[in-house]
Nanobody, 128 residues
Framework: QVQLVESGGGSVQAGGSLRLSCEAS????????LAWFREAPGLEREGLTSIDKHGTTTYSNYVKGRFNISKDNAKNTVYLQMSSLKVNVTAMYSC??????????????????????WGQGTQVTVSS
């Protein structure tokens, strides 16, 4: 049973930084591709970044240079460090795990349909 629990969301001013955490159980650093997604009201869920078992990362053009994904294997936790946050409506940030590729990630950035396991998300509001 794979469970993902996000934390770290909240309110931040535009241009500021925030770090999200996702603790994974049942999906370890050695068998899962872990990724972060964002979903804003009225918009489709979009993939932001992923990290595979070797620490290889991918980033969407939207977050490249501003966000950083990392993981702590001992804690089975993946992090999303966000900086230079842009003003938008409240969005839900979720982490997800894909075990199909035995720890590798596919594609240039994560696609929601490829991920079977999802956390409940953590809400982030960026205000001006």
């Amino acid at each position: 049973q794979v469970q993902l629990v996000e934390s770290g969301g909240g309110s931040v001013q535009a241009g500021g930084s925030l770090r999200l955490s996702c603790e994974a159980s049942g999906a370890t650093h050695s068998n899962a591709c872990l990724a972060w997604f964002r979903e804003a009201p009225g918009l489709e869920r979009e993939g932001l970044t992923s990290i595979d078992k070797h620490g290889t990362t991918t980033y969407s053009n939207y977050v490249k240079g501003r966000f950083n994904i990392s993981k702590d294997n001992a804690k089975n936790t993946v992090y999303l460090q966000m900086s230079s946050l842009k003003v938008n409506v409240t969005a839900m940030y979720s982490c997800a795990a894909d075990l199909e590729l035995l720890g590798f990630c596919s594609g240039m950035y994560p696609v929601p349909a490829e991920y079977k396991y999802w956390g409940q998300g953590t809400q982030v509001t960026v205000s001006s």
